[in-house]
């Protein structure tokens, strides 16, 4: 028997073992380099005898090889895409509902403020630091405003029902 005849008949073996180890796309692939591997590596060795155990101790090199660098990539244990669950579009209504609702309570809370804690509020979300208040609010001293802030949010904190939630 001639040798790309031994290598054809050897390939179908090589595919049908490899097949039953892994996917069909890898195992053609691996009986791919097992052949090069033969061809270039391996031309001196021509009797079937020898030529089956050596393709199939290449192979198993190979699909080692292979599984090892699976696990290294993390491809492994890699779930299917089919199965990972669609992106979240945006919060559930219950969610959305209790926010609206605090938001609310927010708002009639601040309504009932006085005009100084109002203001307060108002330039600390504006993004302005203790100091640039104090000389909005034309105060000699940055303690006074301090104080006052922590009036302010206590007596919203009391207007809100004594919980930010």
Same mark, same amino acid.
């Given at each position: 028997m001639h040798r790309d005849d031994i290598l054809i008949s050897l390939r179908e073996r090589i595919l049908a073992f490899a097949t039953s180890r892994v996917s069909r @796309?890898?195992?053609e692939d691996l009986t791919q380099e097992v052949l090069v591997v033969l061809q270039e590596k391996y031309a001196r060795v021509t009797e079937l005898t020898e030529l089956v155990p050596l393709a199939f101790q290449v192979l198993r090199f190979k699909m080692l090889d292979a599984h090892r660098k699976? $696990?290294?990539?993390?491809e492994y244990h890699q779930k299917s895409v089919d199965e990972l669950p669609l992106a979240n579009p945006g919060d559930d209504p219950a969610t959305l509902l209790d926010q609206?609702?605090?938001?609310?309570?927010l708002l009639a809370a601040v309504a009932q403020l006085g005009e100084r804690c109002? @203001?307060?509020?108002?330039?600390k979300l504006e993004g302005n630091s203790f100091p640039e208040i104090q000389r909005l609010m034309q105060q000699p001293s940055i303690n006074t405003i301090y104080t006052w802030d922590l009036r302010c949010r206590k007596q919203l $904190?009391? $207007?809100m029902g004594g919980t930010w939630e």
């Open positions: @796309d890898l195992a699976s $696990l290294r990539r993390g609206k609702q605090r938001v609310e309570r109002r @203001d307060l509020f108002r330039w $904190l009391s $207007l």
